[in-house]
């Protein structure tokens, strides 16, 4: 056999099994969740100031141990979250048109079918955040 040839043949095998061992440690990244003024619980990969580390199992963030205080602040921010979805879907109904900005606060009125999306949105958002309640 041609000598290189085995050496082309031992960089690939050596550059596949790197690369088939690394790839568990990128999909371990911490996870940082943290609450906006408005109630909200957000989730990133990256800490900001008032973040708290998410415990992560196979990729996927693990509900809290239980513990009464932990549950019932999940409970309020769920039930927040809820009203805030409620009225988001009030609001759009409610209204003949609706206007976004975009990020240099230029506006923009959405066209109907962008509206009745949003408004699929937002009563997706209900149902997912108020389970047993609906709009």
Not at 49 to 77: F, H, I, Q, T, Y
Not at 82 to 111: P, W
Request: hydrophobic fraction near 35%; charge should be negative.
């Amino acid at each position: 056999m041609d000598p290189l040839f085995r050496t082309t043949a031992r960089t690939i095998a050596l550059i596949s099994a790197i690369a088939l061992l690394s790839a568990p440690l990128a999909q371990a990244r911490d996870i940082y969740r943290w609450v906006d003024e408005e109630g909200v619980a957000h989730y990133g990969d990256r800490p900001t100031p008032g973040s708290e580390p998410v415990p992560v199992r196979n990729g996927k963030p693990v509900a809290p141990s239980g513990k009464d205080a932990e549950s019932e602040e999940m409970a309020k921010l769920r039930e927040n979250q809820c009203q805030l979805a409620k009225t988001r879907y009030a609001e759009y109904n409610a209204s003949a048109r609706m206007v976004e900005k975009d990020d240099f606060g230029k506006e923009r009125e959405l066209s109907a079918e962008e509206r009745l999306q949003a408004i699929a949105k937002a009563k997706s958002d209900v149902e997912a955040y108020c389970a047993s309640d609906q709009p």
